[in-house]
């Protein structure tokens, strides 16, 4: 058997769950490729009550992504365990309150693109790999009840700022970025704690500085990374930060 998309409208519904008496709990844990988004740093790192430098460092591998050129982050999974996520015990997540936002999509897919007024349209669909058994479970949930259910809401909102972004890098031709601007990008973007330091210090590297509203030092962490995301959109060729 083979891993199955199944095209789903907003309103259906399905049946899934995930829990420890399910026969596969944390099989879907491990040898897998686990993309980060900015929001998901932002959240293990206050969770785990470390910088968002040190989260990078200790946790996560930066590359360039061949489809967009931009600089993408990945979990790093421990191979001295068989390649498992580093937060997975034998309970389950270790991270559970702060686990990434396409965790607690699947087994959902969601893609997204932009109208001509900016307004996003969702696409879904259901996933169905051959270990999982959660899709055995008798509870029928629709998707405006999963998004609920696992505290999605944030993660979109902030997943689909970084979409208006690679949508910009891809209308510019995927030239991979490379020096300052590759080592900004990724500051804005992932490295939220040294972002806001540099700006309020005033040694933010860019040549193209930060426009609009400034969060003040003492803002919250979503204050910042939109104002964050924003200033790699204008970056990026966009409309520039909206306040």
């Known amino acids: 058997m083979e891993t199955e998309i199944h095209p789903l409208e907003a309103e ?7 829990h420890r008496q399910v026969p596969c709990f944390n099989a879907c844990c491990g040898n897998l490729c686990q993309i980060l988004t900015p929001y998901d740093i932002v ?8 910088s968002s430098g040190h989260f990078l460092e200790r946790y996560a591998t930066i590359r360039t992504g061949p489809a967009t050129g931009l600089p ?5 999974f421990d191979q001295r365990q068989g390649g498992l996520c580093p937060f997975v ?3 389950g997540c270790t991270v559970y309150p702060a686990r990434p936002g396409s965790c607690r999509l699947y087994p959902l897919a969601r893609g997204a693109s932009f109208d001509p007024q900016g307004k996003p349209r969702e696409h879904w669909a259901l ?3 051959p270990h999982c058994r959660g899709h055995e479970a008798s509870r029928t949930r629709t998707i405006p009840e999963w998004i609920h259910d696992q505290g999605l809401d944030d993660y979109l909102e902030f997943n689909d700022l970084m979409l208006e972004i690679i949508i910009l ?13 590759r080592r900004n990008f990724i500051t804005a973007c992932y490295d939220l704690d040294l972002f806001r330091q540099q700006v309020v210090n005033g040694s933010w590297g860019s040549g193209q500085e930060p426009g ?9 962490d979503r204050a910042w990374l939109n104002f964050a995301l924003h200033w790699a959109r204008q970056e990026m060729g966009g409309s520039g ?3």
């Open 12 to 18: 259906d519904s399905f049946n899934f769950d995930c």
């Open 43 to 50: 959240c293990l790192k206050n969770y785990l009550r470390c």
């Open 72 to 76: 993408v982050v990945s979990l790093r």
């Open 89 to 91: 015990g034998p309970d």
């Open 127 to 129: 996933i169905r790999e």
């Open 169 to 181: 890098q891809n209308r510019s031709g995927r030239k991979p970025l490379a020096g300052s601007r």
């Open 212 to 220: 609009g509203r400034v969060p003040s030092a003492a803002s919250g």
């Open 241 to 243: 930060h909206e306040s």
